[in-house]
């Protein structure tokens, strides 16, 4: 099993443009997530979701969307890239139904200029 | 919501000393406490959990406490060694069936050899 991975590692995006961060998983989980990491700073929830076709709105969500089609993968959009969204992001995801653990992708770091 | 406060921010440690970070959690309907290894530029990866109905779990040389009482779980390193060096999170799940984690802002671990 690959895990959870994410595409691209590293991304500068100039602000006003727009991007999407990949992410897939390969275990089957019916559970998805994504963090930004702001440096020095812990993890913030943006979206997340429970199952394909089902997102939903964590702690900082404003400036960003997300989907769920399919079980593997959570892409989450950037429109209108602020300087603000400097940060790594990172997605994960969970089997759920008691079993907790959150499994981490590497990671995106994005700089926006 | 839940509320997750971690200290110290940073600890420093001698090489084969003890280190201990402390968590404090708003939500005593929280169940599940993981805490999470992050290595420089890596993504975060579990390290130890523990539920709700037990006061503490051990794993070789890290531990875990639980006080549900206090509303406060401490994590317990012990002969510490410098690749015990990381950003350590504690978190916090909160038993309504969303599968959410909130993350304490972090502990950076420093093992002075």
């Known amino acids: 099993n690959a895990g959870v991975t994410q595409t691209p590692k590293f991304r500068i995006l100039k602000i006003g443009q727009s991007m999407t961060l990949q992410c897939t998983q390969d275990?089957?989980?019916?559970?998805m997530y994504w963090y930004r990491q702001d440096p020095g700073m812990g993890l913030k929830l943006i979206y997340y979701?429970?199952?394909?076709?089902?997102?939903d709105k964590g702690e900082v969500p404003n400036g960003y969307n997300v989907s769920r089609s399919t079980t593997e993968d959570f892409p989450l959009r950037l429109e209108l890239a602020a300087p603000s969204q400097t940060s790594v992001y990172f997605c994960?995801?969970?089997?759920?139904?008691?079993?907790?653990?959150?499994?981490f992708g590497p990671g995106t770091r994005l700089t926006v200029t | 919501g839940e509320n997750v406060e971690q200290h110290p921010s940073t600890l420093s440690v001698q090489e084969g000393d003890s280190a201990v970070i402390k968590c404090t959690y708003s939500?005593?309907?929280?169940?599940?406490f993981p805490w999470y290894k992050q290595e420089l530029g890596k993504r975060p990866q579990l390290i130890i959990d523990?539920?709700?109905?037990?006061g503490e779990k051990k794993d070789q040389r890290i531990a875990v406490t639980l006080n549900k009482t206090a509303k406060h779980f401490s994590l317990h390193i012990t002969e510490t060694q410098p690749e015990d060096s990381a950003v350590y999170f504690c978190?916090?799940?909160?038993?309504?069936?969303?599968?959410?984690?909130?993350f304490g802002t972090g502990t950076r671990l420093t093992i002075i050899p």
């Open positions: 523990i539920r709700s109905n037990v």
């Open positions: 978190a916090a799940r909160t038993n309504f069936g969303n599968e959410k984690l909130t």
């Open positions: 979701s429970v199952g394909a076709g089902i997102t």
């Open positions: 939500d005593s309907a929280s169940n599940y």
């Open positions: 275990m089957n989980h019916n559970y």
């Open positions: 994960a995801s969970s089997p759920g139904l008691a079993d907790y653990e959150q499994y």
